[in-house]
């Protein structure tokens, strides 16, 4: 014969519900550290805010730095116009274009020792690399359209920042990316 035993539901151990306050301080602890994830992962794909007020105080390396000048100075100077700076390829390229009012001295637009480059003012980021290294290298004819494409490193540059454009021996400040 075999024994068995009865054991009564009251009689079953079972653990203590957790206190409505730990399961609050649990949910709290888990947002911050959500919260801290996010914020590191921005941090470090952007860099430290010092290195931003460092670049932003020097918009343009002193390296790529050249006479600034104004729209008109620029037409004056290198013998073209901005006809406007945009995001292109899905954010991947900056589309510079510009044209010719005076085809004799746009031709310091060929010359190696001045790129061409956008520098983003908030960062310092140059960006220079021609996309698939195109660039105009016949005679500029006055009126006529150019643009140059570059590679846009990450998107950085996008809609609404404010760039300098170099272009030639001369750059222009403070042009909005449209």
């Known amino acids: 014969m075999t024994s068995q035993t009865t054991v009564e539901p009251s009689e079953i151990p ?3 519900k957790p206190a409505r306050g730990s399961r609050l301080l649990g949910l709290l602890v888990g947002a911050a550290l959500a ?12 860099g430290s805010h010092q290195d931003a007020t460092a670049a932003a105080d020097a918009a343009v390396p002193v390296s790529w730095g050249r006479e600034a000048v104004t729209a008109d100075g620029l037409v004056a100077r290198s013998g073209v116009r901005i006809v406007g ?3 292109t390829g899905a954010g991947g390229l900056v589309d510079l274009r510009y044209q010719v009012v005076d085809p004799d001295t746009a031709d310091a637009l060929h010359d190696p ?6 520098v ?9 690399d021609l996309f698939m ?3 105009h290298s016949g ?3 006055a009126g006529e359209t150019y643009y140059l494409v570059f590679d846009n490193p990450n998107g950085w540059i996008h809609t609404g920042s404010v760039v300098t454009v170099l272009l030639g021996d001369a750059q222009v400040d403070h042009v909005v990316v449209g």
């Open 14 to 16: 079972t653990s203590p």
């Open 35 to 46: 919260a801290g994830v996010v914020t590191a992962a921005i941090w470090l794909s952007h």
């Open 113 to 118: 020792a001045n790129p061409p480059a956008v």
């Open 85 to 87: 700076v945009t995001v």
């Open 120 to 128: 983003d003012e908030e960062t310092g980021l140059v960006v220079h």
């Open 133 to 135: 290294n195109h660039s």
């Open 139 to 141: 005679q500029f004819k």
